[in-house]
């Protein structure tokens, strides 16, 4: 089987990581990957926003004050767009091609939805103004990143009645 098609076909969401800091050049492959993913007219609206510090990361989205809501993973990766029709679908895009470079390069992931909440929050503006982005953004997702702890889940069966052809 092709190597990309297997990569798509065999990576799984990880929630449990090591605490073990992913190499550099692997970081720097899976952000180049995300910076290449399609988008609508080649407007290439996403950005992303590499989060190391434990302390930046945001779980009062979730109603929690003290949780790591990245399953202990050592990278995340934020993902927002400048807002336009297209926002949701490019950053998808930016997602997926960096969680299968992760996957292929022998690292876990896992795409966590509240970048939407923490982008339009107070902390999520005051962070865009830190970095000095100041073109109206979406939050799009997070990709978790790190090595796997544990098992690699399995492949699920996948579902029947999904493929129609006309």
């Known amino acids: 089987m092709n190597e990309t098609i297997n990569t798509m076909l065999t990576r799984r969401s990880i929630r449990s990581f090591e605490d073990k800091q992913v190499n550099e050049a692997d970081i720097e492959q899976i952000v180049e990957a995300g910076l290449y993913a399609p988008s609508g ?3 290439q609206t996403p950005i992303i926003i590499a989060i190391t510090d434990k302390k930046t990361r945001n779980a009062k989205i979730m109603g929690k004050e003290n949780c790591d809501p990245f399953y202990g993973a050592p990278f995340v ?32 992931s896992c795409w966590i939805h509240r970048a939407k909440e923490e982008i339009e929050s107070d902390w999520g503006k005051s962070l865009l103004k830190k970095l000095g982005i100041n073109n109206e953004c ?10 796997v702890k544990g098992e690699y889940p399995d492949v699920k069966p996948r579902k029947s009645n999904r493929y129609y052809r006309i």
């Open 41 to 43: 007219m080649n407007c």
């Open 77 to 108: 990766l934020l993902v927002i767009a400048e807002k336009s029709p297209l926002s949701v679908y490019d950053g998808s895009c930016v997602i997926e091609n960096m969680m299968n470079a992760a996957h292929s390069l022998g690292l876990g």
């Open 138 to 147: 979406v939050g799009i997702g997070h990709v978790a990143v790190g090595y």
